[in-house]
């Protein structure tokens, strides 16, 4: 019954931006950390971002540090994630996932999305 729906992909100039979206049904949506994690072709689940149940706490992988903002809007039961400055290494499928505690390991999350595709054009 849980679902976890992106949405916001596309395809995008380098040095562009886009914001992501994923809206969660099923679940205690507050009840858990959220995350994004990439995965482009022939390359491993890599984190993201991700944020506490609260939206308090906010940690960043750094290949997109700086460059990315993770929030949510528990009233909404949904989780954003804006990227700037788009380089044609971010092209990836992009997925965010839920996981009763802090942590990067894309094994450690219960739940997870269909993903969303972004790619950057240099």
């Known amino acids: 019954q849980v679902q976890l729906v992106e949405s916001g992909g596309g395809l995008v100039q380098a040095g562009g931006s886009l914001r992501l979206s994923c809206a969660a049904s099923?679940?205690?949506?507050?009840?858990?950390?959220m995350g994004w994690f990439r995965q482009a072709p022939g390359k491993e689940r890599e984190f993201v971002a991700g944020?506490?149940?609260?939206?308090?706490?906010?940690f960043y992988g750094d290949s997109v540090k700086g460059r990315s903002t993770i929030s949510r809007d528990n009233a909404k039961n949904t989780v954003y994630l804006q990227m700037i400055s788009l380089k044609s290494e971010d092209t990836a499928v992009y997925y965010c996932?839920?996981?009763?505690?802090?942590?990067?390991?894309?094994?450690?999350?219960?739940?997870w999305g269909q993903g969303t595709q972004v790619t950057v054009s240099s």
């Open positions: 099923g679940l205690t949506f507050s009840s858990y950390v």
């Open positions: 944020i506490s149940r609260s939206g308090g706490s906010t």
């Open positions: 996932a839920a996981t009763g505690f802090v942590t990067t390991t894309p094994d450690l999350y219960k739940y």
